[in-house]
């Protein structure tokens, strides 16, 4: 395989062979390709695209260019993954759903970035969890307690994390493919054998538009499929936030409430349908999720997979454990009904405040954040609180310039479907 060469045939929009691929990609990964050829070829990608077969090649190259997990011994191994929202606790309620109903969730989440949080960050907010573990501490606990969330291992798709950095230098991130690949990547490498994938459309997601959402997911079926997994994607709404906490210690308050059955009906609607599309593929009745969530097995769950990971299960009666901020209201300037609540304006004011991340490795504030009091629908009058802010003060003003900004009043509201589609 000759690099120039390579490249060349990429960027005249020929066709890869396999092994030229691996050869190029594992090359970068050992140093013998220099990062300027990979970047040349990446933004050849970007403009010529891969073929269906070349983005299959490429999810695999990935995948096993690690360590690649085996969970074949355990029951009914699944995975799920969300491509990112505001107020997106949908792992913490769907995971003990899956575990009650007798499967095995043993899942690599990542941390927030921008205005879209991560499941380690709002689980590092229980007093005593962690997410780092080793391979042995990994498979021990997701045979015993059937549930398990650890923080991304570098030992697992290791050259994705090394091409997705120079994708993000090169403009290049923002090709279905590549992204197609890289998330799968890490799926495959995970070792489920059933995948659920969310996949968030709206304001406060990554994919805006229903068209580049359903090419997005029906890529990574594709790739799936191919690689011999059972994969289904359902698409969400993320025009509004999901639920009504938005942050990290109160976004852990609402999934607890809603295993308690409590909880928002937007957000119970998406996890259920979660659970039972996974259900399906792994060929158990649906209908188990909603038991294991009514019976309260799932709540039980919940607190034992925090105690098998060091975390104070004592949260699950008491939520005065989990670490928040002061509360300040935001105001409702007049009386109206609640038309929009824009995710990504809550979003930003959840980063204003220091819950979030403008780059990678920055500390946040696991106490801070937002809990919308109103939803789209919702009448308010003048002078009614729309909304609580958790703060240290920090980013006060700010975030309440993005929330009055993503509150929008009018005479009415158009209520707008939760599950746009399923791939």
Known sequence: MNPVFFIREKREGGKHRREDLEAFLLGYLREEVPDYQVAAWLMAAFLRGLDPEETLWLTETLAYSGKVLDLSGLPHPVDKHSSGGVGDKVSLVVGPILAASGCTVAKMSGRGLAHTGGTIDKLESVPGWRGEMTEGEFLERARRVGLVIAAQSPDLAPLDGKLYALRDVTATVESIPLIASSIMSKKLAAGARSIVLDVKVGRGAFMKTLEEARLLAKTMVEIGRGAGRRVRAVLTSMEAPLGRAVGNAIEVREAIETLKGKGPQDLLE????????????????PSLAREALESGRALERFRA????????????????????????PLLAEEEGVVAEVDAYRVGLAVLALGGGRKKKGEAIDHGVGVYLLKKPGDRVAGGEPLALVYHRSRGLQEALDHLRAAFRLGAEARPLPLILDVV
């Not at 998406?270 to 009745?285: D, H, K, N, P, T």
């Not at 105690?307 to 670490?323: I, K, M, N, T």
């Open 270 to 285: 998406v996890a259920l349908r979660l659970a039972e599309e996974a259900l399906r593929l792994e060929g158990l009745a």
């Open 305 to 328: 997979f925090l105690e098998a990971q060091g975390g104070d299960g004592r949260v699950v009666e008491d939520l005065s454990l989990l670490p928040l901020a002061e509360e300040h």
